[in-house]
T-cell receptor, first 118, second 114 residues
Framework: AQKITQTQPGMFVQEKEAVTLDCTYD???????LFWYKQPSSGEMIFLIY??????QNATEGRYSLNFQKARKSANLVISASQLGDSAMYFC???????????????FGKGTHLIIQP | DSGVTQTPKHLITATGQRVTLRCSPR?????VYWYQQSLDQGLQFLIQ???????AKGNILERFSAQQFPDLHSELNLSSLELGDSALYFC?????????????FGSGTRLTVV
């Protein structure tokens, strides 16, 4: 089973509209972290937002917010007032602790290609 | 500029060859992570080093190896290259290896095997 599922391979959105990118995850750990990254066509990975599993409030970073629904294992990214520069691939990722006490690498979803139209 | 430096940015090589990708982490970061991004496999975690020691392994092939040096830079060695190894290879770094932490990614090395 996939650990991170992003069900929207591509999305077209009008400029200035709000966007919700879906992400569901699968883990049996109580302690984990959820991340969203943006990858523009130039290829670099840009960190957007982080949510810890014990955080009671939804994370927000400027125009980005994370709609965290723990019981549903959902961590959707919301972009308010979309801009043309938001056109990019968006990846949801999860970090789970490993038995050694530190943290393992990130597990990424397959991504959503977001295109903002003027 | 993220502070994580990867060289070279682009690499074209033939099948069967060996290449070395280099990563300098952000100043103060002790952990280095390597990821592979390919069209068919997506983004996959390969390996993590913390302060010179291997800390975690992901889907890294036996033909691939890595190390982290005393100055904390890391190298990913890819040998007996195949066409399917063509991908974007990312390095990321973080301060420690304790959970939870975020990463800073480098801009990647695009490897093309012909």
């Amino acid at each position: 089973a996939q650990k991170i599922t992003q069900t929207q391979p591509g999305m077209f959105v009008q400029e200035k509209e709000a966007v919700t990118l879906d992400c569901t995850y699968d883990t049996s750990d109580q302690s984990y972290g959820l991340f969203w990254y943006k990858q523009p066509s130039s290829g670099e990975m840009i960190f957007l937002i982080y949510q810890g599993s014990y955080d009671e409030q939804n994370a927000t970073e400027g125009r980005y917010s994370l709609n965290f629904q723990k019981a549903r294992k959902s961590a959707n990214l919301v972009i308010s007032a979309s801009q043309l520069g938001d056109s990019a691939m968006y990846f949801c990722a999860m970090r789970e602790p490993y038995s050694g006490g530190g943290a393992d690498g990130l597990t990424f979803g397959k991504g959503t290609h977001l295109i903002i139209q003027p | 500029d993220s502070g994580v430096t990867q060289t070279p940015k682009h690499l074209i090589t033939a099948t069967g060859q060996r290449v070395t990708l280099r990563c300098s982490p952000r100043s103060g970061d002790l952990s280095v992570y390597w990821y592979q991004q390919s069209l068919d496999q997506g983004l996959q975690f390969l390996i993590q080093y913390y302060n010179g020691e291997e800390r975690a392994k992901g889907n890294i092939l036996e033909r691939f190896s890595a190390q982290q040096f005393p100055d904390l830079h890391s190298e990913l060695n890819l040998s007996s290259l195949e066409l399917g190894d063509s991908a974007l290879y990312f390095c990321a770094s973080s301060v420690g290896d304790s959970f939870p932490l975020g990463y800073t990614f480098g801009s990647g090395t695009r490897l093309t095997v012909v």
